[in-house]
């Protein structure tokens, strides 16, 4: 099986990895930019080589599950590994509020279950659906067909946080969203890279972030990598965001010891503006 990400991994090999179970979830932290608290954590699949150990990330196998329809399978365990999950972490007293955000394919807005599987899934783990982000790239909602706007209805009128992943990015970003009815858009990180940078790239993200903030919808920026990100979306009023300056991805275990130890990361500890005395 292929580890790395100039590899290429086959449809059989795929497959093999979902029968056996070799799915592993991994959780980025999405933090309150204001107060540093973890507030949601977002389900990242990988696949476990099991000969090698190595884990192996969606860059090397998504577009063969979703050419082979076999997405929807991986998705399904990760929601009902990651509602599990987080269900226990809500019982900290750190975790009390923490959403879960999964990411969704097109082949899975096909099923006009999905709302049912997703009510069935968290219900089982006991996990609150408005405690659900379901997150669409647009070249999911270019591709969407007939019946997809009835399934997101469905997963809103359920309660879920319908949210545009990688918002800004595609040639259609507008256009999403006016057709369909979302809580939430997560800046993508070519815009936020820019941030406290200065020059005409700043001044456009810069605009992107207010533009977001004015449709009075859950704004998250991706991405965060730098201090000067955070001065600037506290300036501008982002209030959530998630980045390897906060936290990289993490295993199950690792995101648990920043909940029981209530770790505030180090970047968001200070208030960006000192307080003047
Ligand atoms: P995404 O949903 O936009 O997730 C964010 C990706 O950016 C993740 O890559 C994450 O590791 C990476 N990232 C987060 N913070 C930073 C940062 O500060 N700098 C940089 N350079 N990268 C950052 P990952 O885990 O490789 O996932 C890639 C994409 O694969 C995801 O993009 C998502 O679209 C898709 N994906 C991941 N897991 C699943 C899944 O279970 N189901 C489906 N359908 N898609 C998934
Ligand atoms: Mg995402
Ligand atoms: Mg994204
Ligand atoms: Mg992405």
Same mark, same amino acid.
């Not at 933090?31 to 080589?49: C, H, I, P, Q, S």
């Not at 063969?64 to 998705?75: R, T, W």
């Not at 972490?89 to 879960?100: D, F, H, K, T």
């Not at 992943?165 to 800046?187: C, E, H, M, P, W």
């Given at each position: ?112 279950? *999905?709302?049912? &599987?997703?009510? +069935? !899934?968290?219900?089982?783990?006991? =996990?609150?659906? /408005?405690? %659900? ?111 390897? *300056?906060?936290? &990289?991805?993490? +295993? !199950?275990?690792?995101?648990?010891? =920043?909940?029981? /130890?209530? %770790? ?14």
């Amino acid at each position: 099986m292929a580890s790395s990400a100039a590899q290429t991994i086959s449809a059989e090999q795929v497959a093999r990895a979902l029968a056996q179970g070799d799915v592993v979830v991994h959780y980025q932290p999405c933090y309150d930019l204001r107060t540093g608290e973890m507030v949601a954590v977002e389900a990242l699949a990988r696949l476990r080589n099991r000969d090698t150990g190595e884990l192996i990330p969606p860059s090397v196998f998504l577009d063969v599950l979703e050419e082979s329809g076999l997405i929807v399978h991986l998705d399904e365990m990760v929601l009902a590994a990651a509602a599990d999950q987080v269900a226990r972490w809500r019982e900290l007293p750190a975790g009390r509020r923490l959403c879960l955000a999964v990411n969704l394919s097109p082949a899975d807005l096909d099923d006009p279950l *999905l709302p049912t &599987r997703f009510r +069935d !899934a968290t219900e089982s783990a006991g =996990l609150p659906l /408005d405690a %659900v982000i379901v997150e669409l790239t647009e070249t999911l909602l270019s591709r969407t067909g007939q019946g997809h706007e009835q399934v997101l209805a469905d997963l809103s009128a359920l309660g879920c946080n319908v949210t545009l992943d990688d918002f800004g990015t595609g040639n259609a970003s507008f256009d999403y969203l006016r057709r369909f009815d979302v809580q939430g858009v997560k800046i993508d990180r070519s815009f936020v890279q820019f941030l406290g940078g200065g020059g005409p790239h700043e001044r456009m993200s810069e605009s992107l972030v207010r533009f977001c903030l004015s449709l009075g919808v859950h704004v998250v920026a991706e991405g965060i990598e730098r201090p000067r990100h955070i001065t600037a979306l506290r300036r501008l009023g982002c209030p959530f965001g998630q980045g390897f *300056l906060m936290s &990289r991805p993490l +295993d !199950a275990e690792a995101v648990e010891t =920043l909940l029981r /130890d209530e %770790v505030v990361p180090p970047a968001l500890a200070y208030a960006a503006d000192p307080v003047v005395l």
